[in-house]
């Protein structure tokens, strides 16, 4: 067996023992139900791992990742996520949580063909169409493609606003809370661009 691969396995023998010992109720908690309150969007990068640096524990944090943070309309695994977060787990906030440096957006936004990946990143073609003049109006390329990871977070809060689960929700009074955030895993800090506690139409695109 590679060496990380055991290495990984025994630290998760000794969580476990450890875990057990500080509070033997711990995973017999757990065991019993889970009950979240907000459910996660990030980005699949290894750089960002967004209930590790909220400091969310097990049984918090209902988690879903992508590539780039997408909520694609045609995407049956994220929408059943979705819909189980919002109708069974009842979560009171969403959070879609970009990140600065994202690879996904940086190859959506150069011309180079990748393949098969190129059919998701159509989805942040789309936003980058919808934005064209206030990112071509922006000359350097890096804080361009920063403003891009944004507008994509703001983006994807509309296309959840979209969804027939979370218009339903709306029409029964019970719709989570939004939130857009983007994390900097240069700094480790998270940057809030939207949400309930922000004055929406500065926030808003
Ligand atoms: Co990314």
Redesign the pocket.
């Known amino acids: 067996m590679d060496d990380f691969i055991k290495q990984y396995l025994e630290y998760n023998q000794q969580w476990a023992q450890d875990k057990q010992e500080e509070d033997s109720e711990y995973f017999n908690l757990l065991a019993e139900g889970q009950h979240p309150k907000a459910l996660l969007l990030g ?1 699949s ?1 290894s750089r ?1 791992s967004p209930s590790v640096v909220i400091g969310a524990d097990l049984g918090e944090v209902f988690v879903h990742r992508n ?2 943070n997408v909520v694609a309309h045609s995407d049956l695994n994220f929408l059943s996520v979705f819909q189980y977060a919002v109708e069974v787990l009842k979560v009171e906030h969403i959070i879609v949580v970009g ?1 600065y440096g ?3 957006i940086q190859a959506a936004m150069s011309n180079n063909l990748y393949g098969l990946i190129d059919n998701w990143l159509a989805n942040i073609k789309d936003v980058m169409t919808l934005h064209e003049a206030e990112l071509n109006a922006i000359a350097d390329e890096q804080q361009r493609l920063n403003r891009l990871v944004e507008l994509n977070v703001f983006e994807q809060i509309n296309n959840i606003r979209q969804t027939s689960v979370f218009r339903k929700a709306q029409q029964n009074g019970i719709a989570p809370k939004l939130h857009g955030w983007v994390y900097n895993f240069s700094t480790g800090l998270i940057n809030v661009i939207f949400g309930p506690e922000i004055n929406s139409s500065a926030s808003r695109v």
């Open positions: 980005c990068d960002v590539i780039a990140h994202c690879g996904g």
